[in-house]
């Protein structure tokens, strides 16, 4: 990973993020909002979340968007992945008065970001859009490794678990999750939710080779919530416990009551789904 800076202070964009963006600015036009669709390796970083000193995917954005337009922007993103979770579609929005076009920002935005950090899309939204309120689900895939040999390759972006799982076991425990319910047992320790109900909408376990990818679909989810169920999953495929039992560690409603938290480089966030589905806002002129 190449850290650009963590701190707010940085450069102006360079020549090659200006040409990428069409040019340099001619000038400026009132604030727009910007939705971008971004992807990132979170192996070194401490998360999603500006910290102040620490490398974070925030800090990044908002680091490249300063150099690039000079202005210093708060990029308000839909989920708050932590430390060493990883995600496909990461949605964040920012406000700024620059008359970049869209596709532009996106591009230029590439050039001034580390390697583990892109920007997929960027597209024009309603000023009044935020990403965490639009959202109305989210997709998470959770990746465990399941030979007896560990891999060098996948070592950041899954768990390795030597012991043959019995996925049949954990689908069966899988479905316990499904529905509104409360969650208690599955929060970490130090969440901030004023209340621990949440709907899943879904929940798979599947075999693909050497893997075992569990994923979850719910409307919203708790600090480490997905972790807790992919460690609960794991111990029922090794037959540490029934897949019936799962029912009562979520009626427990206390944390101690469920196994260990996943490790976090298993976690990819995959989607989050808006409702209505998001188009880009149609302009004229510069903006």
Not at 67 to 72: A, I, S
Not at 117 to 132: E, G, L, N, S, T
Not at 171 to 199: I, Y
Request: a positive charge.
């Amino acid at each position: 990973m190449t850290v650009l800076s963590t701190g707010r202070g940085g450069g102006g964009g360079g020549e090659g993020a200006e040409r990428l963006a069409g040019g340099t600015e001619q000038g400026r036009s009132g604030p727009r909002k910007v939705l971008l669709t971004v992807e990132y390796d979170g192996t070194g970083y401490a998360g999603w979340q500006f910290q102040p000193n620490r490398p974070t995917v925030q800090g990044m954005l908002e680091l490249a968007v300063r150099r690039l337009t000079g202005e210093r922007v708060r990029v308000a993103g839909a989920s708050r992945t932590d430390a060493g979770v990883h995600a496909e579609d990461q949605a964040a929005c920012f406000t700024t008065a620059s008359t970049i076009p869209a596709d532009g920002i996106a591009a230029a935005l590439n050039a001034l970001l580390p390697g583990d950090i892109a920007v997929k899309r960027a597209v024009d939204v309603a000023p009044d859009f935020d990403p965490r309120r639009a959202a109305r689900s989210k997709r998470y895939v959770y990746r465990v490794l399941n030979r007896p040999v560990r891999s060098p390759l996948w070592r950041s972006r899954s768990w390795f678990v030597p012991h043959e799982l019995d996925v049949e076991a954990m689908t069966a425990a899988a479905t316990h999750f499904v529905g509104e319910k409360d969650f208690s047992s599955f929060r970490a320790a130090d969440s901030d939710a004023v209340h621990s109900v949440r709907r899943i909408i879904s929940v798979s376990v599947r075999r693909c080779g050497d893997f075992v990818d569990i994923e979850v679909h719910g409307t919203a989810f708790l600090r480490h919530m997905v972790r807790i169920m992919a460690g609960t999953l794991v111990w029922v495929g090794k037959g540490k416990l029934a897949a019936d039992d799962v029912a009562a560690v979520i009626e427990a409603r206390r944390r101690s009551a469920a196994p260990a938290t996943a490790p976090p480089q298993g976690l990819v966030l995959k989607k989050i789904e808006f409702q209505p589905p998001v188009l880009p806002l149609h302009t004229t002129g510069d903006a």
